[in-house]
């Protein structure tokens, strides 16, 4: 798969740049395998599972008359060696339709089992590869209309014969082109194929009617013969989607308290289908018990979606909602047997249709009518409530009609209902991002509040959530969370102090050569906050951004020489649009004391000296005798201004003064700040800190220890609040800067030069020193071998 990727799809790979470039990762987390054709000979499976590899797919046919001749080899070496592998048919869709050729396909290999051990049927349609000989272009001479016909067609015909819907591999670039970006296909897992240059970019955006991948392509060589893939789970996960075709969205659920003794348990389905109880035991050191499973069921395995959303039949016990692959959701009634443990009773249909539903979610009450209400994400992000009537009969069928509360919910992975963190009396939600970030949904009268990132340290990407109820029954629920590696972590839900700043990521190396590293701002005009650096000879160096997504940067262009001749200076910050242009400007101190501006001119010229104007001297002497500037709008009249203190520990405001015609003055007379400053080794950054929309000033103390002292915007009265601890660590850098970023809830983010020359990214929180949200203590571990279900 992939042959025409890198010839034709410039939006699936980058180009590595040049240089100070964070060293991509070996592979991304899921679990590795590979893709392969007739293209590689002589496979030695035995090696290739020695390697690591857990899955193959394996080229089977294409078009409506050729079909591999290593193919059976392939497939059948891949089997023997302990793989769980599948066939995929490469589409040429002028030579025929849909059906022709997924029937050719499924009678040259490509059928499916549900043995565990063999993959859905998988459709490789890509760029066209036979445009020079076929008179057509990369969309095979079909409009996007056609094409979503032709890939319907296909999808339809193996559903009819397997039962299982197709996985579909592509890449963004082509589905959008040939595709229109048709959501359509929502329901098939996703194959993605992009070759970033740093995998820990991710696979990118991904087509219109994905939230997720299924497995991703994300390198054309490397240890295993073929391309190299990825699953996006767990290897039971991975062992579910082949007995299935879909993987479970919530293999392990929390249920409440099920067998009646006040503890909130758990159910759990295995690759296999059986069902297993797991009996809640209240708090033990710190963490929580369960007992040990029991088995509660078999033939589990026809449902991609178990949720437990409390008493829908109104009969004041709990109930089990399952949902079918074709959209049927079935009630099933669970009641204590009186010795620990509980009973499932006989299924009820309940309604047909939630196939549209990427997952089904166990909301709680979140209309506030003391009935359990459950909510619906469909592919395209939409958010639907569900509510319920708490009743099961003739007129019910446990909830009313869908209603949509939200859109963009598929920018995570999982979400589910976690109870009343707050206590405020409305059930809440949380969900987590591709990165690993966990984000907190407060429940209100109007709906859902806008989401924040939640304190939940230990909970990485790849994690599956889980609602524990009140677990440790301090009258908050709690949260668990699965890792890939089937630890079962418990974290205690809390109202804490959140951390100012994500984890660190490494996004450049070799960054020792320079003496200064400036966050500069949106220096080239095009959305993304610039790195200026200087050396000790003087060079000035651009590095353009390439922005940042979900709090995950993305890293940095290959510097550019533009300038010389900057050894004159003590000092060079950024100076945000000190000249009202909208691009920010660089103020500097020279040794003779004076202070210059530098307007920013938007023009990267590696040959003139042309990024910024040549300099403007406003201030005359003086300059070198303070210790520490800063430049933001502090006092909030929309100009910058200019922060500086001096060795005794005073500080002092030049308020920006507002250029006319006429100006010649860029700052006001100072204004007396405080002491106290000298207890700080550096300002950092004057950013947003703390989401109030005012800038603050972060700095470090000789200690290591990282503050904000927040910025109040009164144009009289204290100009800043009393500082607050927000880390510690820091002197493992050698210069920390902000990014000089100034979207909204980006203008807080730190970078940070390591002693080794490392560039690390510490995207904020917007709440430094917001004591008293929602969140989660540090997770503790419960238990282990829980990658057994799936």
């Known amino acids: 798969m992939g042959s025409t990727i890198e010839a034709y799809d410039q939006a699936s790979r980058t180009v590595a740049p040049r240089s100070l470039v964070a060293t991509p990762s070996v592979s991304p987390p899921g679990v590795p395998g590979l893709d392969v054709s007739g293209w590689q000979t002589n496979v030695d499976w035995a090696q290739v599972a020695a390697n690591g590899a857990k899955f193959a797919y394996v080229k089977a046919t294409e078009s409506i008359d050729y079909t591999s001749s290593r193919f059976p080899s392939q497939y059948n070496g891949a089997y023997n060696a302990g793989l769980i592998r599948g066939a995929y048919h490469f589409a040429v869709p002028n030579k025929s339709s849909g059906a022709v050729q997924a029937n050719f396909f499924m009678n040259n290999g490509g059928g499916w089992t549900q043995d565990g051990r063999t993959l859905p049927p998988l459709l490789d349609i890509e760029y066209n590869p036979y445009t020079a000989t076929d008179d057509t272009d990369t969309c095979y001479g079909l409009d996007p209309g056609q094409m979503v016909s032709w890939i319907a067609d296909f999808s339809n015909t193996i559903y009819q014969r397997t039962g299982r819907l197709p996985a579909i591999y592509s890449t963004t670039g082509w589905w959008t082109q040939c595709t229109g970006n048709s959501a359509a296909f929502g329901t098939n897992p996703l194959f993605i194929a992009r070759y970033p240059s740093n995998i820990a970019n991710g696979p990118g955006t991904l087509p219109g009617g994905w939230n997720s991948y299924t497995m991703w392509q994300y390198a054309s060589s490397g240890i295993f013969p073929g391309d190299q893939d990825v699953f996006n789970g767990s290897l039971a996960t991975l062992q579910q989607f082949a007995f299935t075709g879909r993987a479970l969205a919530q293999p392990v659920i929390g249920t409440g308290d099920l067998n009646g003794d006040g503890k909130p348990d758990l159910l759990a389905r295995r690759p296999d289908g059986t069902l297993w109880f797991y009996a809640g035991q209240g708090a033990a050191g710190g963490s929580v018990g369960y007992a040990a499973g029991v088995q509660v069921g078999t033939q589990w395995g026809v449902f991609d979606d178990l949720l437990m959303p409390g008493d829908i039949t109104g009969d004041g016990v709990p109930d089990l909602l399952a949902r079918k692959t074709n959209g049927t959701i079935l009630v099933y009634p669970i009641s204590p047997t009186g010795d620990g443990g509980i009973s499932i009773g006989s299924s009820l249909v309940l309604s047909s249709g939630w196939d549209a539903f990427t997952d089904v979610i166990a909301a709680g009450d979140v209309n506030g009518d003391r009935l359990p209400d459950v909510l619906g994400r469909r592919p395209d992000g939409t958010l639907w409530l569900y509510a319920g009537t708490g009743k099961v ?221 040549s300099g403007i001297r406003i201030g005359t002497t003086g300059w070198t005798d303070f210790t520490m500037l800063a430049a933001a709008d502090f006092n909030g009249d929309g100009m910058p201004d200019v922060l500086a203190t001096r060795a005794d520990g005073t500080a002092v405001l030049y308020p920006g003064v507002r250029q006319t015609p006429s100006s010649t003055s860029w700052l006001g007379a100072p204004v007396s700040v405080g002491p106290g400053w000298n207890v700080y080794s550096a300002i950092v950054s004057t950013g947003d800190s703390n989401g109030d929309g005012r800038p603050d000033v972060i700095a470090t103390r000789p200690d290591g220890t990282l503050w904000i002292l927040a910025g109040t915007g009164a144009s009289s009265g204290p100009l800043f609040s009393a500082g607050a601890v927000i880390g510690s660590g820091w002197n493992i850098f050698s210069s920390v800067t902000g990014t000089g970023d100034r979207s909204t809830g980006r203008t807080g983010d730190l970078l940070g030069v390591r002693t080794d020359g490392a560039l690390l990214y510490y995207p904020s929180t917007n709440v430094a020193a917001v004591a008293n949200v929602p969140g989660y203590a540090t997770t503790v571990v419960a238990g282990s071998g829980w990658n057994i279900f799936g």
Request: proline share 4%; glycine share 18%.
């Open 393 to 613: 009969d003739g007129s019910s069928t446990g909830f009313q009609a869908g209603r949509q509360i939200g859109t963009s919910w598929n920018i995570f992975t999982q979400v589910i209902g976690i109870g009343d963190l707050d206590k405020d009396g409305w059930d809440d939600l949380l969900g987590i991002r591709l990165d690993g970030s966990v984000w907190y949904y407060r429940g209100s009268a109007s709906g859902y509040q806008p989401g924040a990132r939640a304190s939940a340290n230990g909970v990485v990407a790849g994690d599956l959530l889980i609602a524990a109820g009140d677990a440790n029954g301090d009258g908050r629920p709690d949260l668990l969370t699965r890792s890939s590696s089937g630890a079962l972590k418990f974290s205690a839900g809390a109202m804490l102090t959140q951390p100012a700043f994500g984890s660190a990521q490494t996004v450049g190396s070799g960054w020792g050569v320079f003496n200064r590293v400036i966050g500069a701002g949106d220096v080239t005009g095009d959305g993304a906050p610039d790195i200026v650096a200087t050396t000790t000879d003087g060079n000035l160096y651009l590095y353009s951004g390439n922005g940042s997504t979900g709090g995950v940067n993305k890293s940095y262009r290959a510097g550019i020489r533009i300038g010389w001749g900057w050894t004159g200076f003590t000092r060079v910050l950024n100076a945000g649009d000190f000249t009202g242009d909208g691009r920010p400007d660089l103020l500097a101190v020279r040794t003779d004391g004076s202070l210059w501006l530098y307007p920013s001119t938007g023009v990267v010229n590696p040959t003139t000296p042309s990024t910024y104007s």
